[in-house]
């Protein structure tokens, strides 16, 4: 099944010229541009402000030029700019976030992958959706705090790097919790968690093949977290509330793991599955996306969400993983958006990989 995603007016203005390769800076924008000027792009930087310093540091890793916003709601006011330097847009989760799904939606150039991935992302009943009717384990939901019958974990919309997010040891430790907006309750699984990396290209005609394309697991992470972490947190939970310490979730770093070998066939089966109900449910995903889950003692990955785009976890491999090693040398996720880009606008298929 072909995956069409362009307009042609979007298409035809960077099918024309070289695109310009644009991102907002943060998230992970230094390896986004690294790998664009490896490639042979040009990059383009979006910024509240004047340019961050932080990037004279990182020649390699800094973009041939900057667009400086009032804000960064205010990016859509910024198409003719946009669209004069070519650019092709490569969302991340600080992209989302800040410039929000909406605004992110409608905007008028073109977008590396499918946008419309982006409202079955943000919205955890649509995921929640997506997932189950994709076939994949997931863990228990909890209509009520009054159904928790075990740990749980309190859980908002949006790409917000794990901020508000509650745990419970019971059902009694949500009692007066007030929610500050559209969230979900989950059963706290326990096991090991693995951020999977992958990347699906439905340009590709060799690997792991997945409807018209294939299927790329480029690297693993774990998430460093502010001042929760691992099992044994859950315990110290309640000492920690009553010294006036409340237990966050907001991801500070990343470390690289590596999985047991006998369990990549288990990995590439649910990330095989999700890009297949993709297809079905909205035409499909395109680039990358990472399943984020617990392993369990039993070895059964569990998947408790989705991140529809390039995530942080890969800023530890700019120059390749353990696995995207095996792909191919020195690739990153960035350096593969941009071969992505490239191989679209040789073989005229560009339509088929931006939105």
């Given at each position: 099944m072909g995956i069409a995603l362009s307009t042609p007016e979007r298409v035809a203005p960077v099918a024309a010229r070289l695109p310009t390769i644009t991102t907002v800076c943060s998230h992970s924008s230094l390896q986004i541009f690294h790998g664009a000027r490896v490639e042979g792009f040009r990059s383009l930087g979006i910024c509240a402000g004047a340019p961050p310093k932080y990037y004279d540091a990182f020649p390699l890793g800094r973009p041939d030029s900057f667009l400086s916003v009032p804000s960064l709601q205010e990016v859509a006011s910024q198409t003719q700019k946009l669209k004069d330097a070519t650019a092709v847009v490569v969302p991340h989760g600080?992209?989302?976030?800040?410039?929000?799904?909406?605004?992110?939606?409608?905007?008028?150039?073109?977008?590396?992958?499918?946008?419309?991935?982006?409202?079955?992302?943000?919205?955890?009943?649509?995921?929640?959706?997506?997932?189950?009717?994709?076939?994949?384990?997931?863990?228990?939901?909890?209509?009520?705090?009054?159904?928790?019958?075990g740990p749980a974990i309190v859980k908002y919309y949006g790409a917000k790097g794990g901020k508000g997010f509650f745990l419970a040891k019971n059902r009694e430790a949500l009692d007066g919790f007030q929610p500050s907006g559209p969230h979900v309750i989950q059963e706290y699984v326990l096991g090991t968690r693995y951020y999977l990396h992958f990347f699906y290209s439905p340009l590709s005609t060799d690997g792991y093949r997945v409807g018209s394309g294939s299927l790329e697991l480029l690297g693993m992470d774990r998430r460093d977290e502010a001042?929760?972490?691992?099992?044994?947190?859950?315990?110290?939970?309640?000492?920690?509330?009553?010294?006036?310490?409340?237990?966050?979730?907001?991801?500070?770093?990343?470390?690289?793991?590596?999985?047991?070998?006998?369990?990549?066939?288990?990995?590439?089966?649910?990330?095989?599955r999700i890009i297949e109900k993709s297809i079905e449910l909205f035409g499909g995903m395109v680039g990358p996306f990472c399943v984020e889950g617990i392993m369990t003692e039993d070895l059964v990955f569990k998947v408790f969400e989705i991140s529809t785009r390039i995530v942080a976890g890969t800023n530890v491999y700019v120059h390749g993983s353990p696995y995207s090693d095996l792909v191919a040398p020195d690739l990153s996720m960035g350096r593969r958006i941009a071969l992505e880009l490239k191989r679209g606008r040789a073989e005229g298929r560009l339509q088929e990989i931006l939105s």
């Open positions: 600080s992209f989302v976030e800040y410039v929000g799904p909406e605004r992110f939606a409608e905007l008028d150039v073109p977008v590396f992958g499918n946008r419309a991935v982006i409202a079955w992302e943000s919205d955890r009943e649509k995921e929640r959706e997506w997932l189950d009717s994709a076939g994949v384990q997931m863990p228990r939901r909890f209509a009520t705090p009054a159904d928790v019958d001042n929760i972490d691992e099992l044994y947190k859950l315990g110290a939970h309640e000492e920690l509330l009553r010294a006036g310490i409340r237990p966050t979730f907001v991801v500070t770093g990343n470390v690289p793991v590596v999985m047991r070998e006998s369990l990549l066939p288990q990995v590439f089966d649910v990330g095989a």
